[in-house]
């Protein structure tokens, strides 16, 4: 079959030059072409998480800026809604995605060949762009199911996270730093952050970690059902210890104000992350700083585009990576004076 394709493509091609036209005709056709075509666009997708989390609408953000300047730069930019950060940097390194928003925890693991990235090594093409908002492991549960601190979850079903979420790691290792086995103490499910609220609501799961900035629609989802829910601090020795061990995570704390249909009167203590942008080092280094530039250019705009936001500096969206810095968006902070 494949043969039989060759030699038709083969005969097609032949014809093709013995019925060519000579220079002069080829030209005028080049031409002609070069007229009538639109100048090419660059197609550029963002993989993002759920649609009720914040890096959904944090790829719309950076869509939104960037399309503006389509004539300009010929790049158009879209957004994909994907299984997380974990997904997001295998698609950006098999050039599925060109950009990938991902926890900074699963930035460093992934250059460092850690965790999901162990057996596959160092992911050497990874770079990053830009730091965006603060995420916190953020542990929601039924009041019903007697769930007020985190091992209170021992013999209880909750859901961990999907493989590919970035959530998933968090999850084990806040159940193991607090001393509970995650295959062995509590039933654990594997479904994506979106289907948690629902799963919850219907009495299916006591509980769901989401590593999430806030507000979320995700967790709003969640606190408004009939079934009383409450976000359950996490904290204790062992979590301390998880946070000193680990340069990635650091203390954090959920306003309870930001949802008030949880049963929490006080905020809640727990820790952290910060979602941050990558790319590969095989996106053009132009496709790159247009897109760094239109969003530092436009920091004020873009800061308002979600309430997660709030806490965003010039300054501190350019800490926390720990991969390279992208020659695209390294050449932007550059001539903006910010490195
Ligand atoms: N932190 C989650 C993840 O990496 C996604 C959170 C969100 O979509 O806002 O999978």
Wanted: proline share 4%; net charge neutral.
């Amino acid at each position: 079959m494949k043969k039989v394709l060759i030699f038709s493509l083969a005969v097609i091609f032949g014809f093709a030059l013995v019925m060519g036209c000579g220079p002069e005709e080829k030209a005028k056709t080049e031409e002609k072409a070069a007229a009538e075509a639109p100048a090419k666009t660059i197609f550029v997708t963002i993989g993002t998480g759920g649609i009720t989390g914040v890096y959904y609408p944090t790829g719309g953000a950076i869509a939104k800026i960037m399309n503006k300047k389509k004539d300009q730069y010929g790049i158009r930019a879209t957004v994909e809604s994907t299984g997380g950060s974990v997904f997001n940097v295998n698609a950006v390194m098999a050039g599925d995605l060109e950009f990938g928003v991902v926890q900074s925890d699963r930035q460093f693991q992934a250059i460092n060949g850690m965790a999901e990235w162990k057996d596959k090594g160092k992911q050497e093409d990874l770079r990053a762009v830009f730091t965006i908002h603060p995420e916190s492991i953020t542990l929601v549960a039924a009041v019903d199911a007697g769930i007020e601190t985190i091992q209170d979850l021992k013999g209880k079903r909750v859901n961990i996270g999907n493989p590919g979420s970035g959530q998933r790691q968090n999850s084990i290792d806040a159940l193991t730093a607090a001393g509970i086995n995650y295959e062995t103490d509590i039933t654990a499910e594997s479904v994506k952050a979106a289907e948690a609220p629902g799963l919850l609501q219907d009495g299916r799961i006591d509980a769901f970690f989401y590593t999430v900035g806030h507000p979320a629609g995700n967790i709003k989802e969640a606190t408004a059902g009939a079934r009383k829910v409450r976000i359950v601090p996490i904290t204790g020795p062992g979590i301390d210890k998880l946070i000193a061990e680990n340069p990635y995570y650091a203390k954090a704390t959920i306003p309870a104000s930001l949802y008030p249909g949880a049963a929490n009167d006080a905020d809640v203590e727990t820790f952290g992350v910060k979602a941050t942008f990558v790319t590969s080092a095989k996106v053009p280094e132009n496709v790159v700083y247009a897109i760094t530039k239109e969003v530092f250019d436009n920091f004020e705009d873009f800061k308002k585009l979600h309430p997660a936001y709030i806490v965003l500096t010039k300054a501190n969206m350019l800490e926390g990576q720990s991969a390279p810095i992208h020659a695209g968006a390294e050449k932007y902070y550059k001539e903006a004076g910010l490195k």
